[in-house]
């Protein structure tokens, strides 16, 4: 019978370790912000500048990033950015102060 309990609880300690999701990776990001480099990248290629504001936005379990971006022309731009696939849903020109 020693032989018996001794090998339940081997079973009942190691069965839900073998069954464990490693992640060998060392960090990781949510899957609702994967895409938060590449929004980034995309929206410096469309308006070259300066990222001045990077805020990331949730509504009902979407997520988007806005950019607010100094153009090194001049104008400053918003950039809306899908986190769930990483295109770009929106761009807008802001008016220039310049008078």
Known sequence: MKLGYGLLLIVAVAGPLANADVNTDRYSLPSSKRYIEACGREALFLHPGVVE???????????????EIQASDGPECLVLCDLA???VIREQKLADDAF
């Open 53 to 67: 504001k990077q805020r990331v936005l949730h509504n009902h379990g979407d997520f988007w990033v806005r950019y």
């Open 85 to 87: 696939d990483g295109s």
